[in-house]
């Protein structure tokens, strides 16, 4: 069982930043891939960026290439997401999620992912 907490959403202004944290329980978090997804209201739920287990590959969806960066810690259990310049089309409820797998490259298919936080809001103001 992997719990995951996402905290650091709000609400921002375009073109302002915005740093995700999702902090997982095991300590065995080296041993899965992290991916971060979004779900804008009334849509579906959406890959937005990931990083492997060892931090050596990262995956972004178009519309946030260039503009957020995934990383993670793997001494504090942690991955990140940071957004910045920030569009009124980024708001949506943002996940992490944990891919036991394992593999060399980030999935972007949701049911590569076995646990789910809870979710995080992020609202862009226009």
């Known amino acids: 069982q992997v719990q995951l907490e996402e905290s650091g959403g709000g609400l921002v202004q375009a073109g302002g930043s915005l740093r995700l944290s999702c902090a997982a329980s095991r300590r065995s978090f080296t041993n899965y891939n992290m991916g971060w997804f979004r779900q804008p209201p009334g849509k579906e739920r959406e890959f937005v960026a990931g990083?492997?287990?060892?931090?050596?590959?990262?995956a972004y969806a178009d519309s946030v290439k260039g503009r957020f960066t995934v990383s993670r810690d793997n001494a504090k259990n942690t991955a990140y997401l940071q957004m910045n310049s920030l569009k009124p089309e980024d708001t949506a409820v943002y996940y992490c999620a944990a891919d036991l797998r394992k593999a060399v490259w980030v999935s972007r298919i949701l049911r590569d992912y076995d646990y789910w936080g809870q979710g995080t809001q992020v609202t862009v103001s226009s």
């Open positions: 990083v492997s287990w060892s931090g050596g590959s990262t």
